[in-house]
């Protein structure tokens, strides 16, 4: 099990705001950058946010992510169809990357 | 455009060896803020850090594979291999190779702040372990 703890699924309707977060600890989210992934099954994961809230490029603005403390969020806002995929956060833990355990967002 | 694309066998017998290799075209292994690692999804389950390299040969590994897995890089052929030893059924997973950006390779040892994330992804390869 991750030392970074996501809620398992998210639902909204388009065009809705959804929010995810990512707890952590002193030893991970507290000292380091959070970087967050987008995983459509079956594709290569994207990278959207990196350095705590620095968009990727080519990620839309609708995607943005925050820190604070040791607690990371990434949120949606308009969500659309295409938005609908499993997200990560992910830092480093004295010396081990380590992914969070994973959101499963679905556009109702 | 940066690509990676990873290759490897089909299928793994229980006990062998399973080896990777990852192919990077349009950018060169040998840049210092670059680490090139390995990633992995298990069926049903979420993304898993293998372990990752410097193109200096430093490399970085999670401790939970840390006994059964080694990575190498060839500069003059601009790839990178993955190889775990004693394969079990729990290694069956999709394998993606993956670029990373870091800005100053010390921070994963000295306790510093690390600014590193993963910018680059292969499309991953399937390697069931099965007899």
């Known amino acids: 099990q991750s030392v970074l703890t996501q809620p398992p699924s998210a639902s909204e309707a388009p065009g809705q705001r959804v929010t995810i977060s990512c707890s952590g600890s002193?030893?991970?989210?507290?000292?380091?950058?959070v970087s967050w992934y987008q995983h459509v099954p079956g594709a290569a994961p994207k990278l959207l946010i990196y350095r705590n809230d620095q968009w990727a490029s080519g990620v839309s603005d609708r995607f943005s992510g925050s820190k604070s403390g040791t607690s990371a969020s990434l949120a949606i806002r308009g969500l659309r169809p295409e938005d609908e995929a499993d997200y990560y956060c992910a830092t480093w833990d004295d010396g081990l990357y380590v992914f969070g355990t994973g959101t499963k967002v679905t556009v109702l | 455009q940066l690509q990676l694309q990873e290759s490897g066998p089909g299928l793994v017998q229980p006990s062998e060896t399973l080896s990777l290799t990852c192919s990077v075209s349009g950018g060169s292994v040998i840049y210092s803020r670059h680490l090139w690692g390995w990633i992995r999804q298990a069926p049903g389950k979420g993304l898993e850090w293998i372990a990752s390299l410097h193109s200096t040969g430093a490399t970085y590994y999670n401790p939970s594979l840390k006994s059964r897995v080694t990575l190498s890089v060839d500069t003059s052929e601009n790839r990178f291999s993955l190889k775990v030893r004693s394969a079990t059924a729990a290694d069956t997973a999709v394998y993606y190779c993956a670029r990373a950006v870091i800005s100053d390779l010390s921070t994963i040892t000295s306790g510093g702040i690390i600014d590193h994330f993963f910018d680059q992804w292969g499309q991953g390869t399937l390697v069931p372990v099965s007899s």
């Open positions: 002193s030893s991970n989210i507290g000292n380091n950058f």
